[in-house]
């Protein structure tokens, strides 16, 4: 029976991904091999890596603008301190905006002065700050576009002189954006890209070598970009996936037909969220709400019991809050069908009746 | 038709857990959702991480002794700094066996004083250096135990009162040693354990927290202790293929039993290269011989084309040597058959009645 899989991450992909990676993992490509058990300088493997740099830097609108795209190993987590490693030399500016942003800057303290411009630390993160201002005098400025702990989503980034560096973990290949203006973007797979396990990080190469600390070559960006993301042995599998998932996109049509149903798909449950007297929105400012992740709580929790039994009973999975926010949320990343949204919105309308 | 798959890594596992685990892609375990998009945070997944973890201190014979073993990411190459992050406050000492050490040494160098104890860079690392002294003020010895590229192997260890740390990539689960005698052991999965993408960390906790240094959050062994080896999103799926395989290798009868199986494929494959008048082993002296990977060089390129022509028709794969040594390796991982082994000799043999 279909299960409708809201699971923050790792979340839901393509059901075509997964049949393609089985079979990858029995018998790569009618070879005799699995995929897993071939060399990565295979020039099997070797042509998937290029494809999935490749597709990432299409997607983006990012080819021939002077970009690399890597696929490295240890998430968003290694990269908090691989961009303060490779660009903080005396100041970084960063923006507060949740979880994520909060280890960020602790990791990038321990390499030069962080200048935190603005939190929303006060109101448990359910806004996006503005009206800050990035410093002049800063090695880069740093944000998270989409806070997938508290449903909160930048709609629009700062401009200013200094290089932007973007933690697109949960939003990435999800919305149009004019990526050009960043400087260095990293995400994590294990949302809208692919599975656990691998990171992509798309950096502009003049922003890089302007630091005078040494650099151990692993958490170096200059050294994977000269060994074409192929340092070390990659992760094999999770980037074979994930160069599934960016042609399953591809062909979808890209970001621009992805951005519409995704749209569609926040529209619908914001509405009922919105409309149904039951519920509230945990993200008061309609502007700040992520179309990824919908926070979202029951007025009355008298009512607890009931939604999560029905809920349950509707094949939905991975609904529950993050336990700093609470309540529910529910992730709607880019291969989830609007279907599964509309039996969740039934659902929540169900309870209301029923109450 | 059924390869025979020497390739040096990533490289062959069990037929059963390529099945396994490409059901598991399919559907986990009768989920009705595939293991790629579930939470690491599931109570699924925490299992598969805790048993991985469980099962490889039980297999080295090192459950109850003080140790911690992590799935992390990166590689044995993101070890390379790590371990010095964590353990050299001032001077460490190296043996350097080949390319690995050799990495690993200048990755240490950027954090205090290395001193190379021994080295065979003379003779292209054709042999094991002896009879060198590991000194006794420095803050850990490390080694490298299988040199997968030039094909030799540590067959004993230094006695001495510093940590012993140890890159066993490519021959951890193969051999029995006592492990006790090691402080800190690490293993990028992609030989005998698993696929690319995750790297196991056995470490003795009495080690760490000695250097004054601080130690960004995911180069720090104590915060993946601290978080059960779930300090952030870990590669689940290399992860749950590193248990798979780890579970086949407790059936089969631990450590002890396959070392058999090791020990009569290198017997087998070794004899002939000394026998076959054609072959010559790029190792001279026998007790440095590794029983992973076997490193042999036609006598005469004249024989080559042919030697090429019949391993390919014998639907053998991945047997040509790396680059820095030339000629033939035949890795014998533990999953390898012997009968993949005897068809590799009888393609020597029949070489030698047509020459």
Chains 1, 2 share one sequence.
Request: net charge neutral.
């Amino acid at each position: 029976m279909k299960k409708h899989n809201f699971s923050a991450g790792p979340c839901i992909l393509p059901p075509s991904v997964f049949e393609d990676a089985a079979l990858a993992v029995k018998d790569y490509d009618n070879s005799g091999l699995s995929l897993l058990e071939i060399s990565h300088r295979s020039k099997a493997f070797v042509q998937v890596m290029e494809r999935a740099r490749e597709l990432s830097l299409e997607l983006l609108g990012l080819k021939d603008k002077g970009y690399k795209a890597l696929f490295l190993q240890g998430g968003a987590s290694l990269e908090f301190l691989m961009v303060a490693y490779n660009l903080l030399e005396k100041k970084a500016a960063y923006l507060n905006t949740g979880t994520w942003s909060s280890k960020a800057i602790k990791e990038a303290k321990l390499f030069g002065e962080v200048v935190e411009v603005a939190s929303s630390k006060d109101a448990n993160f359910n806004y996006i700050p503005k009206n800050y201002t990035v410093p002049p005098n800063v090695d880069y400025f740093h944000c998270t576009s989409n806070n997938t702990i508290f449903g909160t989503q930048l709609k629009s980034f700062p401009d200013s002189n200094v290089p932007l560096v973007c933690d697109m973990s949960s939003d990435i290949f999800s919305r149009s954006l004019d990526f050009s203006k960043f400087d260095l973007i990293y995400a994590g797979a294990q949302k809208n890209m692919g599975p656990a396990g691998t990171t992509l990080v798309v950096v502009k190469e003049e922003i890089l070598g302007k630091v005078s600390r040494e650099i151990p070559s692993m958490l170096d960006y200059k050294v994977h970009i000269g060994k074409d993301s192929m340092f070390n042995t990659p992760a094999v599998f999770p980037v074979y996936v994930s160069m599934l998932t960016l042609e399953w996109l591809k062909e979808l049509g890209g970001i621009k037909a992805i951005e519409k149903l995704n749209n569609k798909k926040a529209e619908l449950l914001y509405n009922e969220i919105d409309r149904n007297p039951l519920f509230e929105g945990f993200v008061p400012h309609k502007e700040d709400r992520s179309n990824m992740n919908a926070t979202f709580n029951l007025k009355d929790d008298a009512h607890k019991e009931n939604f999560d039994l029905l809920w349950n009973k509707a094949n939905i999975n991975g609904l529950n809050g993050h336990r700093s926010v609470g309540g529910y949320r529910a992730s709607m990343y880019n291969a989830m069908p609007i279907e599964s949204v509309q039996v969740l919105v039934e659902v929540m309308q169900e309870l209301e009746k029923n109450a």
